[in-house]
């Protein structure tokens, strides 16, 4: 089923949520710390307003979505299968690639927008793989907190237009864009995250030829099909289905951006400022006090971080690199010290320096130029 924004909007307003008839309008800004004042902010369906549920944010901010706790299926478990047995997939539709514990695996886009939340198992460890539609963000998580493993579904609830998942254990709930959880007895603990890339299902299969591909085992158009939000997720689109806070005007509010912080460093490079430079580009930046790149393709509408300080060998110094573009086409870089060619994984496929590999910035992730705004208000902005 295709639905249009509009359908959507009147779902959400038709459900009783304040601030309908003006979606951008600004409130304060997240982590206030003020106690809770909505209806129901547990989300059970009661409107009790639980004395014992506490929020670090405030409630007035927390909207209910309409669907209910569970009323998105997250899928624990979920089928896969190799890329050769898919027909739901075409070459462009997008994916959340994970690569972990030498394992490589594909979470389409299709699959995320009918469920949100994968509880999964990946290269022998547990993971959390989460898209939120309305904020354009995909991350990963170990979902194990102090050695507790914890099984997330979708709350129903929304902060700041993004996702808020609970975990059936505690029945906290947590926003996939604070990396912790907001509300219940054990907020304040947090999620690690795991280094994920969103691309498309070409350029993941042609790097990673031996994934797999998360399909629930139904590879039929019609449940994994077409994008069902409308038109929202046009750059120049200033809707939102909830109001925001004020977001930064440096840039289109969908616009996508890789999101990268370091620290207490956050910077957005422009998805749009970086195709400008050609068909891929590369960029050499510090953030957070340490020495990084930035790869991007244009025709895979992609960009990677990672850090570029290199050990080459066990026992040798390490050495931070600078990189510039080689071959656009695949897109391929080479580093200024040693000559040696690079791929978009991070690692030296050619030169002195072949077998050696980057480590991937794990705090980075593309997603809406408006939500990484009002979760990053002092974002630095390039590209």
Known sequence: MRWNLWTLV???????????????????????????????????????????????VPTSQVFDGGVGRDGIPALNNPGIDVPGDITFLADDDRVLGLELGGAARAYP????????????TLGGRPVLVSYCPLTGSGLAFDPRVGGELRTFGVSGLIYEN????????????????????????ARGDSLARLPLVETTYRDWRRRHPETTVVTNGAGRRNVYGAYPYGDYDEPDNAVTLFPSSAYGRELSPKELVLGVRIGREAVAYSFAVMAGRGSAAVINDNVGGGPIVVLYSRGENAAWAFHSRVQPSPGAASLTLTFVLSDPDLPTFTDEFSGSEWNSNGAAIAGPLRGARLDPVVDAYTLYWFAWSVYHARTRVTG
């Open 10 to 56: 009147f779902a959400v307003c038709a459900v009783g949520l304040s601030g309908c008839t003006d979606a951008s309008v600004t409130g304060e800004p997240p982590g206030t710390g003020q106690e809770p004042q909505g209806d129901d902010p547990a989300g059970d369906g009661d409107g009790d307003n639980s004395p014992t549920l506490r929020c670090s």
């Open 109 to 120: 886009l299709p699959v995320l927008w009918v469920h949100e939340v994968i509880n999964d």
């Open 162 to 185: 993004n996702l808020m998942m609970f975990d059936r254990q505690t029945g906290n709930i947590w926003n996939q864009l604070s990396l912790g959880a907001l509300c219940g007895p």
